[in-house]
């Protein structure tokens, strides 16, 4: 195909836009519904991981050493620890440390553990976090078998259900980005088909002189993939912009909110790139080949 061709046949699909207008407000505006649901469900995916992830880092292993061990043992258990694959952060707590922690939570009545200074009978300890809180309960019986190590306290069950939901949320929100991406397709590929049947006989004209198939289909591809680009646009602008609102919003909670969540909610900066390019990307594919589609069938004259 000739360049100027190429050119003619892109400016014809562009120029159809405007003439069929209904339908290309139809088409992008169904597009755009289906493909920020399907954003939106992706980002509250990952903002539960996030949460999760948060909440689990709340909850330490807590590795207490043999009263007993010398300060070689108590290194070594150390040492060990660091080296378990999974270990995300360990912090080491003397019998001291303890105290003086103790201390600090009951600042009122701290003269109370004045006693303990010769007598102390707070163990030292690693805080210990995992990286995957689904291994903690295997990770908690391994730490139990280093030398020198007297037991090892880990919320399991607390950490079962945070792994429990992650994964509830995580299949439930693949499910509907699925059947939302089922629906965009058909959706498009109906809107693009009545789009295509409004001008059967055009088409049939076409073929009739001699038109090859590529010379009728692409001014259509380019329709589809023109609607599905400035769908995309409009689902990023929304969806963006909600996303934003919804960060903002809830930094201003506090509360209960910033207790339990922190600063769990993924940054707008770390996503907008992602929403922008998925819905074009994925605009484009739905239009171009559900335009691709459509046609097919009206070519056998």
């Known amino acids: 195909?000739?360049?100027?061709?190429?050119?003619?046949?892109?400016?014809?699909?562009?120029?159809?836009?405007?003439?069929?207008?209904?339908?290309?407000?139809?088409?992008?505006?169904?597009?755009?519904?289906?493909?920020?649901?399907?954003?939106f469900a992706t980002l509250v995916e990952v903002n539960v991981d996030s949460m999760v992830n948060y909440l689990g880092q709340q909850n330490e292993m807590v590795v207490y050493v043999d009263p007993n061990a010398d300060d070689a043992t108590i290194q070594s258990v150390g040492e060990k620890i660091a080296a378990t694959p999974g270990v995300s952060r360990m912090q080491y707590m003397s019998k001291e440390d303890v105290l003086n922690q103790y201390r600090g939570y009951m600042a009122d009545y701290a003269v109370l553990l004045d006693e303990f200074e010769t007598d102390n009978p707070f163990k030292a300890n690693y805080r210990v976090s995992l990286g995957d809180l689904s291994q903690m309960s295997a990770m908690s019986q391994t730490f139990q078998q280093i030398p020198g190590v007297y037991s090892v306290a880990a919320p399991i069950e607390m950490t079962n259900t945070f792994v429990q939901v992650q994964?509830?949320?995580?299949?439930?929100?693949?499910?509907?980005?699925?059947?939302?991406?089922?629906?965009?397709?058909?959706?498009?590929?109906?809107?693009?088909?009545?789009?295509?049947?409004?001008?059967?006989?055009?088409?049939?004209?076409?073929?009739?002189?001699?038109?090859t198939n590529a010379l009728v289909t692409l001014p259509f591809v380019i329709e589809g993939l023109t609607m599905g680009l400035l769908s995309?646009?409009?689902?990023?602008?929304?969806?963006?912009?909600?996303?934003?609102?919804?960060?903002?919003?809830?930094?201003?909670?506090?509360?209960?909110?910033?207790?339990?969540?922190?600063?769990?909610?993924v940054p707008l900066e770390y996503v907008w790139r992602n929403i922008l390019v998925y819905s074009l990307a994925g605009?484009?594919?739905?239009?171009?080949?559900?335009?691709?589609?459509?046609?097919?069938?009206?070519l056998n004259v």
């Open 1 to 39: 195909m000739k360049p100027s061709t190429f050119a003619f046949l892109t400016k014809r699909g562009v120029r159809n836009l405007g003439k069929h207008w209904a339908m290309t407000i139809a088409c992008i505006a169904s597009l755009s519904v289906c493909m920020t649901l399907n954003i």
């Open 167 to 211: 994964q509830a949320v995580t299949q439930m929100g693949r499910g509907i980005v699925l059947v939302l991406m089922i629906v965009s397709i058909i959706t498009v590929g109906s809107t693009i088909r009545l789009s295509v049947f409004a001008r059967r006989r055009e088409i049939e004209i076409m073929k009739y002189v001699g038109a």
């Open 232 to 265: 995309g646009l409009l689902t990023a602008g929304v969806t963006i912009g909600g996303y934003a609102y919804i960060v903002q919003a809830s930094s201003t909670l506090g509360g209960l909110w910033q207790l339990l969540m922190g600063t769990a909610l």
């Open 283 to 298: 605009g484009a594919i739905v239009g171009g080949f559900g335009s691709m589609f459509s046609i097919r069938k009206h």
